[in-house]
C-alpha cells in the first residue's frame, strides 16, 4: 500500500545526525511527492545532490540526507512496507 503525508520541515534541518546509525547514514528509502513550498536540498551517498524546490514533483532515491534550505511543505507517497527514514521526522 501507499501513504500519503503531508510534511512542513523548518529550514535549518539537517538529517545527518538523525540518519547516522542507518545504513551508510543515509536514509534507505524512495520518496515520491510534491512541493507546496519551499526548498530541500538532497544530498546522495554517490555525492550527487539535488534542490527540490516549490512546483517540483520528485523521485529522491535511497542513500540520502536532506537540508532544508527553506521553511517547506511537501505532500510525500511512501510504500507503506518500506523502512522508516524522514517520515519519523515529525513524530
Known amino acids: 500500500g501507499m ?3 503531508s510534511e512542513h520541515l523548518r529550514a535549518g534541518l539537517a ?5 547516522a ?11 515520491w511527492g510534491y512541493v507546496l ?3 530541500v536540498t538532497m544530498r546522495y551517498t554517490d555525492g550527487a545532490s539535488e534542490t ?3 512546483g517540483s514533483a520528485y523521485y ?3 542513500g540520502h540526507n536532506a537540508h532544508v ?23
Request: charged content about 25%.
Open 3 to 5: 501513504t500519503i503525508a
Open 15 to 19: 538529517t545527518t545526525e538523525m540518519f
Open 21 to 31: 546509525d542507518l545504513p551508510d547514514g543515509a536514509c534507505q528509502e524512495p520518496h
Open 37 to 39: 513550498k519551499g526548498s
Open 52 to 54: 527540490l524546490s516549490a
Open 60 to 62: 529522491i532515491r535511497p
Open 69 to 91: 534550505d527553506e521553511d517547506v511543505d511537501l505532500v510525500e507517497f511512501t510504500r507503506a512496507d518500506q523502512t522508516p527514514g524522514i517520515n519519523t521526522l515529525d513524530q
